[in-house]
């Protein structure tokens, strides 16, 4: 069967255990680019031995290495679909993506919902399902807002939605998703302290931010405002999204979030002492966004 005209993105570190099976359920997209930081597991061969282009680069955040992915990557195809290496493409998403790829565009970017599996349990309730994000554009259409963690595509022109969702089964384990996500809680911290700045400054949150506006307003609020936030977001998560429904597996995700952003908050309150390790971390990085316009 021809191939699909699209170039997929897969940024990746140590992946060995989940690159296989996204690879597999990519066998029919003409090109799939693989976005290495330097892995130390057998992820580059895995990519060679599925025939992918493959190109690495030092991480350093998120937006920024993804953006220059976006700039100087040798994509083959218009159309450009990014995927994490714990992703996969359902047979039905292929057809919508194939139609699109073949036909005059209709618009610019699309939004792709995700539907997560944790312990074999798909996470259909809590707020995490239908999660979407734009994930297929086309070159040069788009790119990622600037912000190390959590970044959010920015897209100069029309965005459609997709039926079909992405599925993301990832197979490492509650201990990297530990280790992750208080990495992911230090950045988050560093983005809302730079957000609280300009919002004490200009008396506005995220004024030319177009894109999820309005949770983001509400976040920061929150970290400014909300008293006990974790266990707010908990009660909101397990009671009120219905994650209870989810069982055993449920309340695992619940109170895993909740104590992500009760990280979040510690790693708030430390940055606001200049003299902390976090702030002198980021130093640069905090001088350079709190002042831009």
Same mark, same amino acid.
């Given at each position: 069967?021809?191939? %699909?005209?699209?170039? %997929?993105?897969?940024?990746?570190?140590?992946?060995?255990?989940?690159?296989?099976?996204?690879?597999?359920?990519?066998?029919?997209?003409?090109?799939?680019?693989?976005?290495?930081?330097?892995?130390?597991?057998?992820?580059? =061969?895995?990519?060679?031995?599925?025939?992918?282009?493959?190109?690495?680069?030092?991480?350093?955040?998120?937006?920024?290495?993804?953006?220059?992915?976006?700039?100087?990557? !040798?994509?083959?195809? !218009?159309?450009?679909?990014?995927?994490?290496?714990?992703? #996969? %493409? =359902?047979?039905?998403? #292929?057809?919508?993506?194939?139609?699109?790829?073949? #036909?005059?565009?209709?618009?610019?970017?699309?939004?792709?919902?995700?539907?997560?599996?944790?312990?074999?349990?798909?996470?259909?309730?809590?707020?995490?399902? !239908?999660?979407?994000?734009?994930?297929?554009?086309? $070159?040069?259409?788009?790119?990622?807002?600037?912000?190390?963690?959590?970044?959010?595509?920015?897209?100069?022109?029309?965005?459609?939605?997709?039926?079909? !969702?992405?599925?993301?089964?990832?197979?490492?384990?509650?201990?990297?998703?530990?280790?992750?996500?208080?990495?992911?809680?230090?950045?988050?911290?560093?983005?809302?302290?730079?957000?609280?700045?300009?919002?004490?400054?200009?008396?506005?949150?995220?004024?030319?931010?177009?894109?999820?506006?309005?949770?983001?307003?509400? $976040?920061?609020? =929150?970290?400014?405002?909300?008293?006990?936030?974790?266990?707010?977001?908990?009660?909101?998560?397990?009671?009120?999204?219905?994650?209870?429904?989810?069982?055993?597996?449920?309340? $695992?995700?619940?109170?895993?979030?909740?104590?992500?952003?009760?990280?979040?908050?510690?790693?708030?309150?430390?940055?606001?002492?200049?003299? =902390?390790?976090?702030?002198?971390?980021?130093?640069?990085?905090?001088?350079?966004?709190?002042?831009?316009?």
């Amino acid at each position: 069967m021809t191939k %699909v005209p699209v170039s %997929v993105l897969i940024p990746t570190k140590d992946e060995e255990r989940n690159l296989p099976s996204t690879l597999e359920s990519l066998t029919w997209a003409d090109q799939i680019v693989v976005f290495d930081s330097y892995s130390e597991d057998g992820t580059r =061969s895995i990519a060679e031995r599925f025939g992918c282009d493959f190109f690495q680069r030092e991480f350093d955040n998120f937006s920024d290495h993804k953006n220059w992915a976006l700039d100087n990557l !040798p994509f083959r195809h !218009p159309w450009i679909l990014i995927l994490d290496a714990d992703e #996969k %493409v =359902s047979p039905a998403l #292929k057809g919508e993506i194939r139609e699109i790829c073949v #036909k005059p565009p209709e618009f610019d970017a699309y939004y792709i919902a995700r539907q997560t599996w944790i312990d074999g349990v798909w996470l259909k309730y809590a707020g995490c399902f !239908p999660d979407y994000n734009i994930r297929l554009l086309q $070159k040069g259409r788009a790119r990622y807002e600037r912000r190390i963690v959590h970044e959010h595509m920015l897209v100069d022109g029309a965005v459609g939605f997709l039926k079909n !969702p992405i599925v993301h089964i990832d197979k490492k384990g509650t201990h990297r998703y530990v280790d992750r996500h208080s990495k992911y809680a230090e950045m988050e911290a560093v983005e809302a302290y730079i957000e609280i700045l300009k919002q004490t400054r200009t008396n506005s949150i995220l004024d030319r931010k177009k894109i999820h506006l309005k949770r983001r307003r509400l $976040k920061i609020i =929150s970290y400014k405002y909300l008293i006990f936030r974790p266990v707010f977001v908990f009660i909101y998560m397990y009671v009120l999204k219905l994650g209870f429904v989810m069982g055993k597996t449920g309340l $695992k995700i619940c109170t895993l979030r909740m104590f992500y952003e009760y990280m979040i908050d510690l790693y708030l309150t430390e940055i606001r002492d200049h003299s =902390s390790p976090i702030f002198r971390k980021y130093q640069a990085y905090i001088q350079q966004r709190s002042s831009e316009q």
